[in-house]
């Protein structure tokens, strides 16, 4: 045991016992302080669990009053003696928010770097730990990945007979002891798809298997045989039934559009009763960088007030922006409030045919079309009350197609793609209008 104060023995090391006198000789001058700290060496394992509460007296005498005082005993920190260690079963957790969810990507023809991201949370108790090893399994779509990095150390999925597993090596990941734990990213990456890859609607899952850490200057493993199999996770490596953590699953395609609602400055005016055609919704398709997209239907939400009948249009028609004729070949229909606008007349179905020849292209990748929905609001103003009306589109809906294996992925592979599986779809946006 030994202290921070270097005057007189402060710093000499001595042999702890229940109590422990330090000779020193510091002056302090009226309203200063002084901080003093106390090291001492744990002892054996046999220890762990043992409490340790550190007292100090400090006894002083007045520089000019020679008075002097004997000083009154104050309790330091409180130490409990263990050694760290990570739990097999909720030692690693996946933080949802900070992990690419349930989604399409994009690899297109050249593949996708960091084109996902895993959080993950891990936390030691009864101390501290440093993670050195990773393994992660692709159980499903292995090929699909190419690398998975945890900062600069990046590996490759290796087939081993069980699944795809991505060992990352020399890691020095310092995990403090606590519930707040070690927040670490693995960047996931994918190979090219379409023509010259995979085929597009491939699904991807990864999970981390295997833990190994240091704490205390033993090293464990934490794995789950079952996931990566016995050659990876040998029975002789410690505990091989970890709770493993998944990050949601991906579907990898050649490209994907995005969806969104134009921007309004107010909403667009109306005439209840008319039996012309008038604007009552828009939406923007984009391209994806990685390559060009078909559009085969957009189903449209209506919403109403104001009018005395619902719904409070009898007719409607898809345009391209800045044209108030329908596209050709193009049908709206009207179920209650619900307004299906087929781009070729004919829905997308997996068989007897496949309308992805003629589908409405947007092209080339990166591009934007934007459709403007007409309706005939035939239904009159209710006296006294503004006529609005407020369309959004229904990602369940919206039927597009993925051109980079040119239609012959197959139904839900590359054509006759929905809308729900696309990130941030603009649920909670519409158009707006207004009498």
């Given at each position: 045991m030994e202290t921070s104060d270097t005057t007189g023995s402060g710093s000499t090391p001595i042999?702890?016992?229940?109590?422990?006198?330090?000779?020193?000789?510091?002056?302090?001058?009226?309203g200063a302080s002084t901080t003093i700290n106390v090291f001492a060496d744990t002892g054996s394992a046999t220890l762990l669990g043992s409490n340790v509460y550190a007292y100090l007296t400090v006894a002083s005498i007045g520089q000019t009053s020679n008075i002097s005082s004997a000083g009154t005993s104050t309790q330091g920190q409180h130490?409990?003696?263990?050694t760290g260690s990570i739990s097999a079963s909720t030692g690693a957790t996946l933080l949802t928010a900070s992990s690419t969810p349930t989604q399409y990507i994009a690899s297109g023809a050249t593949g996708l770097t960091n084109g996902s991201q895993m959080a993950i949370n891990f936390i030691a108790t009864s101390g501290s730990a440093t993670v050195n090893e990773l393994k992660f399994a692709v159980t499903t779509g292995g090929t699909a990945v190419s690398n998975i990095c945890v900062g600069t150390v990046c590996a490759s999925p290796i087939n081993n007979g069980t699944a795809y597993v991505a060992d990352l090596t020399g890691l020095s990941l310092a995990v403090p002891n606590g519930a707040g734990g070690l927040p670490v990213t693995a960047q996931i990456s994918y190979i090219p798809v379409g023509t010259v890859g995979l085929t597009p609607g491939s699904s991807v899952i990864t999970k981390l298997a295997y833990v190994k850490y240091v704490a205390g200057g033993t090293t464990t493993v934490n794995c789950s045989q079952s996931t990566i199999g016995s050659a990876a996770c040998p029975s002789s490596s410690g505990s091989t039934t970890m709770t493993t953590v998944t990050a949601p699953t991906l579907t990898l395609q050649g490209s994907l559009p995005t969806v969104s609602i134009p921007t309004q400055s107010s909403p667009s005016p109306i005439t209840a009763g008319s039996s012309a055609y008038q604007q009552i919704g828009a939406v923007t398709v984009t391209a994806s960088t990685a390559g060009a997209v078909k559009v085969n239907e957009i189903t449209f939400s209506l919403g109403s007030?104001?009018?005395?009948?619902?719904?409070?249009?009898?007719?409607?028609?898809i345009t391209v922006a800045g044209s108030s004729t329908a596209i050709p070949n193009s049908s709206c229909s009207l179920s209650g409030t619900t307004i299906t606008c087929l781009m070729t007349g004919t829905a997308e179905?997996?068989?007897?045919?496949?309308?992805?020849?003629s589908d409405f292209p947007i092209s080339p990748a990166g591009t934007s079309q934007t459709f403007n929905l007409y309706g005939i609001l035939s239904a009159s103003q209710t006296s006294g009350v503004t006529a609005k009306t407020s369309v959004s589109v229904t990602a369940s809906g919206f039927i597009w197609d993925d051109t980079s294996d040119n239609g012959q992925g197959g139904y839900g592979a590359d054509?006759?793609?929905t809308g729900s599986s696309i990130y941030n779809w603009p649920s909670n946006n519409a158009w707006q209008t207004s009498d």
């Amino acid at each position: 045991m030994e202290t921070s104060d270097t005057t007189g023995s402060g710093s000499t090391p001595i042999q702890p016992a229940a109590t422990n006198t330090f000779s020193v000789s510091d002056v302090l001058q009226p309203g200063a302080s002084t901080t003093i700290n106390v090291f001492a060496d744990t002892g054996s394992a046999t220890l762990l669990g043992s409490n340790v509460y550190a007292y100090l007296t400090v006894a002083s005498i007045g520089q000019t009053s020679n008075i002097s005082s004997a000083g009154t005993s104050t309790q330091g920190q409180h130490i409990s003696v263990g050694t760290g260690s990570i739990s097999a079963s909720t030692g690693a957790t996946l933080l949802t928010a900070s992990s690419t969810p349930t989604q399409y990507i994009a690899s297109g023809a050249t593949g996708l770097t960091n084109g996902s991201q895993m959080a993950i949370n891990f936390i030691a108790t009864s101390g501290s730990a440093t993670v050195n090893e990773l393994k992660f399994a692709v159980t499903t779509g292995g090929t699909a990945v190419s690398n998975i990095c945890v900062g600069t150390v990046c590996a490759s999925p290796i087939n081993n007979g069980t699944a795809y597993v991505a060992d990352l090596t020399g890691l020095s990941l310092a995990v403090p002891n606590g519930a707040g734990g070690l927040p670490v990213t693995a960047q996931i990456s994918y190979i090219p798809v379409g023509t010259v890859g995979l085929t597009p609607g491939s699904s991807v899952i990864t999970k981390l298997a295997y833990v190994k850490y240091v704490a205390g200057g033993t090293t464990t493993v934490n794995c789950s045989q079952s996931t990566i199999g016995s050659a990876a996770c040998p029975s002789s490596s410690g505990s091989t039934t970890m709770t493993t953590v998944t990050a949601p699953t991906l579907t990898l395609q050649g490209s994907l559009p995005t969806v969104s609602i134009p921007t309004q400055s107010s909403p667009s005016p109306i005439t209840a009763g008319s039996s012309a055609y008038q604007q009552i919704g828009a939406v923007t398709v984009t391209a994806s960088t990685a390559g060009a997209v078909k559009v085969n239907e957009i189903t449209f939400s209506l919403g109403s007030s104001g009018f005395n009948t619902t719904p409070a249009i009898t007719g409607a028609k898809i345009t391209v922006a800045g044209s108030s004729t329908a596209i050709p070949n193009s049908s709206c229909s009207l179920s209650g409030t619900t307004i299906t606008c087929l781009m070729t007349g004919t829905a997308e179905v997996s068989t007897p045919t496949n309308q992805y020849t003629s589908d409405f292209p947007i092209s080339p990748a990166g591009t934007s079309q934007t459709f403007n929905l007409y309706g005939i609001l035939s239904a009159s103003q209710t006296s006294g009350v503004t006529a609005k009306t407020s369309v959004s589109v229904t990602a369940s809906g919206f039927i597009w197609d993925d051109t980079s294996d040119n239609g012959q992925g197959g139904y839900g592979a590359d054509y006759g793609l929905t809308g729900s599986s696309i990130y941030n779809w603009p649920s909670n946006n519409a158009w707006q209008t207004s009498d």
